[in-house]
């Protein structure tokens, strides 16, 4: 059974993986909510969360997904990401600062 459901939660994160790369936003925001309200503890599907809503630059809802990411897979991508936002707002702050 559990072979089962590991399976089928790969076919849903390819699935919005392809909707992703197509484009398709709001479907596949629509596809990872969903994904998460079955599985809370997905943390490949907040991964995804995250990197939608970096996308987007909304940074603080991409930190607090892959953030949620991290403490159920401490070992998974999410950290790298986090650090990633991290520099690009450090990087951003300083333009600003630097730009009278």
């Known amino acids: ?38 599985e809370p503890d997905n943390a490949y599907g907040w991964y995804l969360l995250g990197g939608l809503y970096r996308r987007q630059q909304l940074w603080g809802e991409a930190i607090n997904a892959y953030g949620k990411a991290k403490m159920i897979d401490p070992d998974g991508p999410a950290a790298t990401a986090i650090e990633a936002i991290y520099e690009i707002l450090d990087y951003n702050n300083m333009k600003l600062m630097n730009n009278p």
């Open 1 to 38: 059974m559990e072979k089962k459901r590991a399976i089928s939660e790969i076919m849903t994160a390819l699935q919005i993986e392809a909707l992703l790369r197509e484009g398709m936003v709001e479907q596949a925001y629509e596809q990872l909510n969903r994904l998460l309200e079955r």
